[in-house]
Each structure stands twice: as C-alpha cells, then as structure tokens.
C-alpha cells in the first residue's frame, strides 16, 4: 500500500512539473496546411464561432504556386477518371471516384456541374479527356491506362 501510494505521489509530481508547449511541436505541420487554408471568418481563438468580418478577407490568403501544385498533385493522387460517356441528350458526362473518401464517392457529371467541390470544367469526348476543378485548381485528367495528366493550372 504504502508503495503504491509513493507511486502515485511521484506521477503526480510528474504531471504538475510538466510543460504544456501549447501547439508549438505541431507549428511546422500547421505551417504548411494539410488540411488546407483556413475559411474566411475563421477565429482560432474560438473556433466555435464562424463568422464572416472584414479581417476574413486577411485571412484569405492567395495560393503560390508551390501550394497549387502540391493541391494538384494530390488532386492527381486521389482522383481516378472511370468513364466518359454521351448520353441520348448529347451533352458528354464525365464519371469519377474521388478516392479521399472511405467509401470512395463516385460522380457523374456532365460540363458546368458542381458535386462534394468538384466542378468539371471541360470534357473532350474525341481525345478522352476531362478537366476537373477543386479548390480554385484545375487538373485534367485521361481516360487511359488509369494514369492521370500532369497538366495543372489555377482558375
């Protein structure tokens, strides 16, 4: 009993001398935005609260384009483009899993339709290929062997 309870006043003891750093051994993760930036109106000193101001507007940050190509790469990594097809309405549909999801989503849309931040900006059934959009990047995709495009741009 009597170790048992020197045990526990040492773990205590341990527990008052410790430091909280705060988020200061997360700071290089947070500095380069996995989770991408921030929405406008975001308060971090209480983020519970979601309102738009005029500071959301500094808050707003413009990508560089080492950040649009890191988004697009990984926009590259987790989209497969499954099938073009036209329809008896003529107007082409682009079918796609987004795979950052478990379960993957599956879409299907057609030119100009938005779904879970994708937008498909143009689809070109004679050379099989769709550009699709997220966050501002535009990524075009092949319908071929399942590798993706390489070519990225920013809206």
């Not at 930036?37 to 384009?65: C, Q």
Request: hydrophobic fraction near 40%; proline fraction near 8%.
């Amino acid at each position: 009993m009597k170790k048992c309870l020197t045990t526990f006043m040492i773990g205590a003891a341990l527990a008052v001398v410790a430091v909280d750093d705060g988020f200061k051994p997360y700071q290089t993760i947070l500095e380069r935005m996995p989770f991408g930036r921030p929405p406008a109106g975001f308060n971090p000193d209480n983020p519970g609260i979601h309102m738009p101001s005029k500071s959301a507007v500094e808050l707003e940050i413009p990508a560089t384009n080492l950040e649009q190509e890191k988004l697009a790469e990984y926009i590259r990594s987790i989209v497969r483009v499954c099938a073009l097809n036209v329809p008896p309405n003529g107007e082409p549909v682009v079918g796609f899993t987004d795979a950052a999801h478990t379960p993957p989503r599956n879409h299907l849309l057609a030119r100009g339709q938005t779904a879970d931040g994708w937008t498909v900006l143009d689809i070109d059934t004679d050379s099989c290929r769709a550009v699709l959009s997220r966050e501002g990047v535009s990524v075009s995709f092949a319908l071929s062997g399942g590798r993706n495009s390489v070519a990225a741009s920013s809206r």
